[in-house]
């Protein structure tokens, strides 16, 4: 076991990472970031984007994490393909622990992220960019004219459900229970949407299809009596919640009911000094490419300020 003290180090891969790693390896601090076990993060997942600004034809998503991953590389930014296990914020110089090594560092960024949470059905993985969904501003657009689904009965669902009301030809909101989680106000706005027919106490049991022509139909069993039904749709997204990847933070940070690291009001700052968060692991509102990108930003930035300081 080898330990190597750096001043920075990212943790994590999606857009908020690698700009962290921009702006620090242009900065001359050297960062290491480690990726994590999904190298490129959310966006790996994802067909064509169409709403990064910079990209007129869109770009797919695999892609542009790896033109920020070359952008990183390029200013001098060392990259580990590597899981985090472990890591100590209670001493400075912080520790960080992979299975192979361990680190020491003046500042961590972390960009760890979060997973859409999915139903666990048996082809549902295998569907994503072929009728599975978990992301209506990203994917909505290829839905033009279709009879598609959300999942869920939160804000997230009726605002996806009412977004993609502007491509689908009808959109059948479906929630397990008989009355919707969300606010009162996006509630309003779903009812009178007259493209979005509910589907009350009912949950997807069966998606039918395959690669690559995609999602077909879906099998419905009722939640009171378990009876079953079918809906022909070619689309199907998931709004079911998300899990921010702050596990490893849990005891060290202020995470809120819902697992998101606090950071201070326009800030990407921790409780800890020198510790900084960005990216969807502190963002539940907007969990756009755009806005982690953002974030990472300012969170080399706030790092930049604090190595200085000391
Ligand atoms: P959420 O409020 O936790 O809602 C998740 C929904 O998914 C719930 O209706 C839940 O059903 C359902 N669900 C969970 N697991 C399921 C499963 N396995 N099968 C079927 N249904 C399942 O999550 P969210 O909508 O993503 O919102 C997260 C937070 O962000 C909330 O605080 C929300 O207010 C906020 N948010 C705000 C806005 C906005 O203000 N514009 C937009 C998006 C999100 P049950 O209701 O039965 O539990």
Redesign the pocket.
Known sequence: MSTQHHHIIIIGSGPAGYTAAIYSARANLAPLLIQGSMPGGQLTTTTEVENYPGFVDGILGPDLMQEMENQAKRFGCNIKTALVEAVDLTVKPYKIKTAEETFTTDTIIIATGANP?Y?DLPNEKSLIGFGVSTCATCDGAFYREQTIAV???????C?EALFLTRFAKKVYLI???DQ????KI?QDRVFKNPKIELVWNS?VSELVGEKPAGLKKIILTNTLDQSKSELEISGIFM????VPNSQLFETQLDLDT?GYIITSPDSTKTKIPGVFACGDVRD??YRQAITAAGSGCMASIEAERYLESL
């Open positions: 949470r139903l999942v869920g009965g939160g804000d997230s669902a605002e929630h397990r229970r919707l989680r969300a606010s996006m949950a709004a079911i919640g998300h819902d539940k509102v």
